[in-house]
């Protein structure tokens, strides 16, 4: 069965300063998809990015970037030069095969990013 | 904005009651996610409706119900409430279904049993 473990559950940092959000998974599948989500004190949750199993090339979206090995079952996102507008929980999600053509997905339990001023 | 709409927003009710969540996913959509997220579970997988036909199921209780209409929006249906049921219901919406795809997520409706 798949699982998404963050065992980061709460981290606290100043501004300006850069986090890294840790994310390790587990499947059986050979080919799969990784997902990261955003979701601030309103509460919606925001797609930040996807990445598949056989692309393990880092990926940098401004002060946001991925590392993704497949070595270590781990696809970890830093953000640099925090703001507090970055204040919010972030999951780390899995997509793989159930059943027929189905594809749910399998959230961590988050991790609770606070950036103070 | 992802471009999924849930109303309502807030419901407030009482244990045995049923209420009803609506779902409208982004347009072109054809898949439909339900997601529940409460204090203690996290962030579980409920059901799923491609084109109007039922998916995949996750940990959906049996007093639980959705369909997907012809117009694509969908509806979950929750009965026979209990205090335990109170969480954050969100919708998701993709393309086809396929694992590539991206899950929009809706704002969510937070549902209140008391």
């Known amino acids: 069965a798949q699982k998404v473990t963050q065992a980061q559950t709460e981290i606290s940092v100043v501004e300006k300063e850069d986090v890294t959000l840790d994310c390790v998974y587990e499947t059986r599948d050979t080919t799969y998809y990784l997902f990261w989500y955003k979701q601030p004190p309103s509460g919606e949750l925001v797609f930040l990015i996807r990445r598949n199993s056989f692309d393990e090339q880092n990926e940098i979206s401004g002060r946001y970037s991925w590392n993704f090995q497949k070595s270590t079952s781990s696809f970890n996102f830093t953000i640099t030069a925090s703001q507090v507008v970055d204040s919010a929980v972030y999951f780390c999600?899995?997509?793989?095969?159930?059943?027929?053509?189905?594809?749910?997905?399998?959230f961590g339990s988050g991790t609770q990013l606070t950036v103070l001023p | 904005d992802s471009g999924v709409t849930q109303t309502p927003k807030h419901l407030i009710t009482a244990t045995g009651q049923r209420v009803t969540l609506r779902c409208s996913p982004r347009?072109?959509?054809?898949?439909v996610y339900w997601y529940q997220q409460s204090l203690d579970q996290g962030l579980q997988f409920l059901i799923h409706y491609y084109n109007g036909e039922e998916r995949a199921k996750g940990n959906i209780l049996e007093r639980f119900s959705a369909q997907q209409f012809p117009d694509l929006h969908s509806e979950l249906n929750l009965s026979s409430l209990e205090l335990g049921d109170s969480a954050l219901y969100f919708c998701?919406?993709?393309?086809?279904?396929?694992?590539?795809?991206?899950?929009?997520f809706g704002p969510g409706t937070r549902l209140t049993v008391l």
């Open positions: 347009s072109g959509d054809l898949s």
């Open positions: 998701a919406s993709s393309v086809s279904g396929r694992r590539a795809d991206t899950q929009y």
């Open positions: 999600a899995l997509s793989e095969a159930t059943s027929g053509s189905a594809r749910q997905l399998t």
